[in-house]
C-alpha cells in the first residue's frame, strides 16, 4: 500500500481506490472527493500520512459501497468529537489553574478579583451549554493539583452550572451560581492546611473548627461585596434538607437555592475523588447512595436535575452490558437518563473492536446496561 503525505494532499481530489488511515481504518470512498476540512482536521490532530493502493484522479471511479461512505462519515463525526473533547480538557485545565491561582492569590494577600472571577464563570456557562457532554467528561481526567480543595471547588462550580441550566435559571443567576459554587469553601482558606490535609480521623474540637468554614466563608464573601444569596451559598451548602446539617439546621425551603443546587454538586464531587481516610465512588454508585441513603438530605428537584444530566450511568462510567460487552458511557439523553450511548470497549466476545464502535442502550433494542464495572476490573482493560 503506498503512503500519500497530506501536506501535498489538495482538496477535491478523488483515489482510485479506497483510502485508509494507518493502513487499517477507511476514511475515504473512491466516490467521495477529499475535502479541505478533512484534510484540516487530519493535520490538527497530526496524521501525517494516509493510504491507498490506488492514485489521484479528477473524478469518481464508481460508487462504493455503503460501509465504505458511512466510513467517511464515521471519521468526521469521530474527529469532531475529538476536536470538542479536546476543546472540553484543554478548558478543564485552565479553569483548574485560574481556580489554583485566585485561590492561591486569596490565601497569601486575603484578596478576590470578582470582577475577573465572574468573567470566568460566564466562559465556563457558555461552555457548558455548547459542549456539555464533553465537559462533564471531566472524571475522565487527572487533576493536575496536589491541594483537593482547588480540584473540589472547580467540579463543584462545574456541577452546579449544569444543574442550574437544567433547571433554567436566568443568566444572571446562573453567573451568581458560579460565583457562589466555585467559592463556596472558601473560609477552609482561612483554617490550618493541617485541618483539610489531615489523613487521620479529627478529633471533636477539630471537626468543630473545619464546620466554621461555612461562617467564614459567609463573612469572607460579604467582605467582597458579593449579593447576599452568592455569601448564602457558602453558608448553608452543608445545610440539609432534614435539618441534620449545619450550622443553623436549616430545613427544605428555608435553605437558599444555590445552596441547595451546591450540596448536591458539592457532595456528588466529594464521593468520586479519593482521599487518604475514604475510598472514592464510581459515578453510579454516588449516584445511588444519593438516591437511596442520603435522598432525604438533598432537593429532589435537584437530584432529578443530577440524574437527568448525568444519568443514572454518569459520562465517564465503565459498565457491562446485558451482551456481555463493556463499554464505557460517553453521551447521555436527557429523555432517557437511564439509557446513555456507550462506546465499546471489549465486544460480548471479548475482542476489541477495530473501528469505534458506539451503541444507544435501549430497552427495545434488548441491549441495556447490566451494572457498572469494579475498579479491579477497570483495571484489567
Same mark, same amino acid.
Given at each position: ?26 476514511? /475515504? @470512498?473512491?466516490? $467521495?472527493?477529499?475535502?479541505? &476540512?478533512? !484534510? %484540516?482536521?487530519?493535520? +490538527? ?5 494516509? #493510504? ?15 460501509? /465504505? @461512505?458511512?466510513? $467517511?462519515?464515521?471519521?468526521? &463525526?469521530? !474527529? %469532531?468529537?475529538?476536536? +470538542? ?5 484543554? #478548558? ?290
Amino acid at each position: 500500500m503506498k503512503s500519500f503525505n497530506i501536506s501535498s494532499l489538495k482538496p477535491g481530489i478523488y483515489f482510485d481506490a479506497p483510502v485508509y488511515l494507518d493502513r487499517e481504518y477507511i476514511i /475515504l @470512498s473512491p466516490d $467521495t472527493p477529499l475535502s479541505g &476540512e478533512i !484534510i %484540516q482536521r487530519l493535520k +490538527r490532530w497530526n496524521f501525517t500520512q494516509i #493510504f491507498s493502493n490506488g492514485t489521484q484522479v479528477e473524478a469518481p471511479v464508481y460508487n462504493a459501497s455503503e460501509e /465504505l @461512505s458511512s466510513s $467517511t462519515a464515521v471519521l468526521v &463525526e469521530n !474527529i %469532531q468529537n475529538t476536536e +470538542r473533547l479536546e476543546s472540553a480538557r484543554k #478548558f478543564y485545565y485552565e479553569f483548574l489553574d485560574f481556580t489554583r491561582k485566585i485561590l492561591k492569590i486569596f490565601a497569601s494577600e486575603n484578596h478576590l478579583n470578582i470582577e475577573l472571577i465572574t468573567e470566568k464563570i460566564k466562559q465556563l456557562i457558555t461552555l457548558e451549554k455548547n459542549n456539555r457532554d464533553y465537559l462533564l467528561r471531566y472524571t475522565e481526567l487527572k487533576a493536575p493539583v496536589d491541594n483537593y480543595l482547588i480540584s473540589h471547588s472547580a467540579n463543584t462550580a462545574i456541577l452546579s452550572i449544569t444543574l442550574g441550566s437544567f433547571l433554567k435559571l436566568p443568566p444572571h443567576k446562573l453567573i451568581e451560581l458560579g460565583l457562589s459554587s466555585l467559592l463556596h469553601d472558601i473560609g477552609m482558606f482561612k483554617l490550618p492546611e493541617s485541618l483539610y490535609k489531615s489523613s487521620g480521623k479529627l478529633t471533636a474540637n477539630e471537626q468543630k473548627t473545619i464546620m466554621a468554614h461555612t461562617i467564614l466563608g459567609y463573612r469572607i464573601l460579604k467582605g467582597f461585596s458579593v449579593p447576599d444569596n452568592v455569601a448564602l451559598g457558602a453558608l448553608e451548602h452543608h445545610e440539609r434538607m432534614d435539618g441534620s446539617g449545619y450550622p443553623k439546621r436549616l430545613t427544605g425551603a428555608r435553605i437558599s437555592l444555590y445552596a441547595r443546587i451546591i450540596a448536591v454538586a458539592c457532595s456528588y464531587d466529594a464521593m468520586l475523588t479519593p482521599r487518604p481516610y475514604k475510598l472514592s465512588f464510581d459515578g453510579h454508585s454516588a449516584m445511588m447512595d444519593l438516591l437511596r441513603g442520603n435522598k432525604a438530605k438533598y432537593d429532589e428537584n435537584i437530584i432529578r436535575a443530577l440524574i437527568y444530566r448525568l444519568s443514572i450511568y454518569p459520562l465517564g462510567t465503565y459498565v457491562l452490558l446485558s451482551d456481555n460487552a463493556l463499554g464505557l458511557v460517553i453521551k447521555t439523553d436527557i429523555n432517557n437518563p437511564r439509557f446513555p450511548v456507550v462506546r465499546i470497549i471489549k465486544d460480548e466476545k471479548g475482542n476489541t473492536p477495530e473501528k469505534p464502535t458506539l451503541v444507544t442502550t435501549s430497552e427495545e433494542k434488548g441491549l441495556v446496561i447490566t451494572r457498572s464495572l469494579k475498579k479491579e476490573e477497570i483495571k484489567k482493560l
